[in-house]
């Protein structure tokens, strides 16, 4: 499952130039050109989807670099302490979503159709 660059790209749900901001910043290997052109394989891409999973959970650059130089080696209890501080920052962060969900719910409630004047947008807010 050799790929060129832009079939590799595509794979991974990302653009050439992403592919290439990842290499330059040592997160995804450049492979050696074959037949002129470089080619990605199977290992390539798993790599490159797990990038951009760690993205989506709120992982650094730098802290991606770091898991997946983690996951070459025994060092277990730092990709432990790595995951639990990004987890408990996604924890705060849906605390937070989920506050605003329900402010959200409540301007809905406060300016229902039927009820007449302004709608008490700060106060849904609980400013």
Known sequence: ?????????????????????????????????????RRYGPEELRRLKFIRQAQTAGFTLEEIRELLELDAGDDRESARKLARVRLEALDARLAELEQARSSLRRLLGECASGKSGPCPILSSFGI
């Not at 499952?1 to 290997?29: C, H, N, S, W």
């Open 1 to 37: 499952m050799d790929m060129t660059i832009g079939k590799f790209a595509k794979a991974g749900d990302v653009g050439v130039e992403t592919v290439r901001f990842y290499q330059r910043r040592g997160l995804l290997p450049t492979p050696p050109g074959r037949d002129g052109a």
